[in-house]
């Protein structure tokens, strides 16, 4: 991708689709929740994301002041296609204390838009791009220290559709495994700063799906139904473990390694996600019941949180 022009601007988000050339809003999902496939040729597409620091749950009872895009973690996900032209807008919150930007793998040239979409609190930014590779991008914060910004949230993936879509399934998922690093440890009440120290140790004290310990059981689970296929988007944010991704219970059909629109691998156990990374993969549900997706670094999965449910019904 190219980034071709530098404005400031402010473009509210919502969703609109259509199979018609012309300017559209990006849908901005929140995980699990995946946009729309894409039914339309190349257009004009309208991205917004607002930097807001905020204070949530990152355990029971375990607090945490998160640096976010649009207030989750993960940030949302986009679904654009192979030519389109994305005119993409950062907006810093005005209570924000740190500025903030975005680096997209997905784009090619001024440090990823970081060089151009650096915004202080209160100001935005706005670079546009055009979208020349297919596959699955992380997207992070590319402020200075970039390292701490990832650290404390700020990421998510954007999909570049090949020309002509993706193949049809039944259920698509978002799924981003992501380390965090706390003064006290694992389990320990009440609002936890982050610690610089263990992030350069690279010990982290929780790794998680989603943003927090549960964040794919309950109300974030999936869900499927005996005979459904699922595609699932799955990336690494690190910042400094690889991912062992894996599922309890199903074997993938398919995996796309490294977010690769090409060839997939069939009958894969478990799949290695590099940090900064993403895999795509796809599986038929032969079987109802319970099934657990982990790291299969599994200390991580049973001792710091990097365990999710999908219920089969």
């Known amino acids: 991708m190219k980034i071709f022009s530098i404005t400031v601007l402010v473009i509210m988000a919502c969703f609109i689709t259509t199979p018609t050339l012309g300017q559209v809003?990006?849908?901005?999902?929140?995980?699990?929740?995946?946009?729309?496939?894409?039914?339309?040729?190349?257009?004009?597409?309208?991205?917004?994301?607002?930097?807001?620091?905020?204070?949530?749950?990152l355990h029971?009872?375990?607090?945490?002041?998160?640096?976010?895009?649009?207030?989750?973690?993960p940030g949302p996900?986009?679904?654009?296609?192979?030519?389109?032209?994305?005119?993409?807008?950062?907006?810093?919150h005005q209570d924000s204390n740190e500025d903030h930007s975005i680096d997209i793998h997905a784009v090619n040239g001024n440090l990823g838009g970081g060089a151009v979409s650096q915004a202080e609190p209160g100001k935005s930014k706005k670079f546009t791009f055009k979208a020349l590779n297919p596959g699955l991008y992380i997207y992070h914060c590319?402020?200075?220290?970039?390292?701490?910004?990832?650290?404390?949230?700020?990421?998510?993936?954007?999909?570049?559709?090949?020309?002509?879509?993706?193949?049809?399934?039944?259920?698509?998922?978002?799924?981003?495994?992501?380390e965090f690093y706390t003064k006290n440890g694992f389990g320990k009440?009440?609002?936890?700063?982050?610690?610089?120290?263990?992030?350069?140790?690279?010990?982290?004290?929780?790794?998680v799906f989603n943003g927090k310990v549960g964040g794919v059981t309950g109300k974030g689970a999936l869900t499927a139904n005996v005979g459904e296929t699922v595609r699932i988007y799955f990336g690494n944010a690190g910042p400094n473990k690889i991912s062992s991704f894996h599922m309890i219970g199903e074997i993938w059909d398919r995996v796309w390694p490294e977010g690769s629109t090409g060839k997939p691998l069939e009958n894969v156990q478990t799949t290695l996600v590099p940090v900064a990374g993403s895999t795509v993969v796809e599986f038929k549900v032969q079987e109802k019941g319970l099934y657990l997706l982990v790291d299969h670094s599994i200390f991580r999965a049973i001792d710091k949180g990097a365990a999710g449910h999908m219920q089969v019904n």
Do not use: C
């Not at 936890?192 to 929780?206: G, N, R």
């Open 25 to 57: 809003t990006a849908q901005l999902t929140k995980a699990p929740n995946v946009p729309k496939p894409l039914n339309r040729g190349p257009t004009t597409v309208q991205v917004e994301f607002e930097t807001v620091e905020t204070e949530g749950l």
């Open 189 to 207: 009440k009440g609002l936890q700063l982050f610690s610089k120290k263990k992030a350069l140790q690279e010990v982290p004290d929780y790794v």
């Open 142 to 178: 590319a402020s200075s220290h970039i390292p701490t910004h990832i650290a404390n949230g700020m990421y998510g993936m954007m999909l570049v559709e090949p020309e002509g879509g993706l193949p049809k399934v039944d259920r698509e998922y978002y799924v981003v495994q992501s």
């Open 77 to 92: 996900m986009v679904r654009v296609r192979v030519g389109d032209t994305v005119e993409f807008t950062i907006k810093n």
């Open 60 to 73: 029971d009872g375990v607090k945490y002041r998160f640096w976010t895009f649009n207030g989750t973690v």
